[in-house]
T-cell receptor, first 114, second 113 residues
Framework: NAGVTQTPKFQVLKTGQSMTLQCAQD?????MSWYRQDPGMGLRLIHY???????DQGEVPNGYNVSRSTTEDFPLRLLSAAPSQTSVYFC?????????????FGSGTQLSVL | LAKTTQPISMDSYEGQEVNITCSHN???????ITWYQQFPSQGPRFIIQ???TKVTNEVASLFIPADRKSSTLSLPRVSLSDTAVYYC??????????????FGTGTRLLVSP
């Protein structure tokens, strides 16, 4: 059972480039989300989805785009990378949408924007 | 959701018991306390959740006093592999709508030989 799979693990971009961080889960979870983690900042919610076709913004959505065409996949797109987007990105999923969310996290993508 | 406050860091030695206290003064009647653990270079993982009194599992114990304004995560006889960041969260219980979980900066636990 793979759980939550994120690719790539590492990525270096130049300012202005675009790319997509992939996230897939095989647990049939309705809820999926993206967090970024910066030193001293904890985890901050970027975007989330409560089911296929439904997405919404979190705390820090600017510069990122998401879509949820299937239950399994929730890609995060950087439209025009900026150095401020250098961070570690985590994807998480949960079976529950309401009430308790026992989140399952992927192993992260370390992104550097030069 | 209630704001949580926990120490930024703690140090311990192998074999000692570690207690990490989290303050959540504005916790609501329907709220539960949840703890996550994050090892270096990994995503957080759920370790324990409770409402009141004491909850114990294979990883940790969670103590919640009657007023529920704080909670204590207890790790018995820590080892080097318990070095991690521990996050305390407050979540609304069942029969509530969707909520965005807020992870603060957590408590960085360093276990030394």
């Amino acid at each position: 059972n793979a759980g939550v799979t994120q690719t790539p693990k590492f990525q270096v971009l130049k300012t202005g480039q675009s790319m997509t961080l992939q996230c897939a889960q095989d647990m049939n979870h309705e809820y999926m989300s993206w967090y970024r983690q910066d030193p001293g900042m904890g985890l901050r919610l970027i975007h989330y989805s409560v089911g296929a076709g439904i997405t919404d913004q979190g705390e820090v959505p600017n510069g990122y785009n998401v879509s949820r065409s299937t239950t399994e996949d929730f890609p995060l797109r950087l439209l025009s990378a900026a150095p401020s987007q250098t961070s570690v990105y985590f994807c998480a999923s949960s079976f529950q949408v309401t009430g308790f969310q026992k989140l399952f996290f992927g192993s992260g993508t370390q992104l550097s924007v030069l | 959701l209630a704001k949580t406050t926990q120490p930024i860091s703690m140090d311990s030695y192998e074999g000692q018991e570690v207690n990490i206290t989290c303050s959540h003064n504005n916790i609501a009647t329907n709220d539960y306390i949840t703890w996550y653990q994050q090892f270096p270079s990994q995503g957080p993982r759920f370790i324990i959740q409770g409402y009141k009194t004491k909850v114990t599992n294979e990883v940790a114990s969670l103590f919640i006093p009657a007023d529920r304004k704080s909670s204590t995560l207890s790790l018995p006889r820590v080892s080097l592999s318990d070095t991690a960041v521990y996050y305390c969260l407050v979540e609304a219980g069942m029969n509530t709508g969707f909520q965005k979980l807020v992870f603060g900066t957590g408590t960085r636990l360093l276990v030394s030989p």
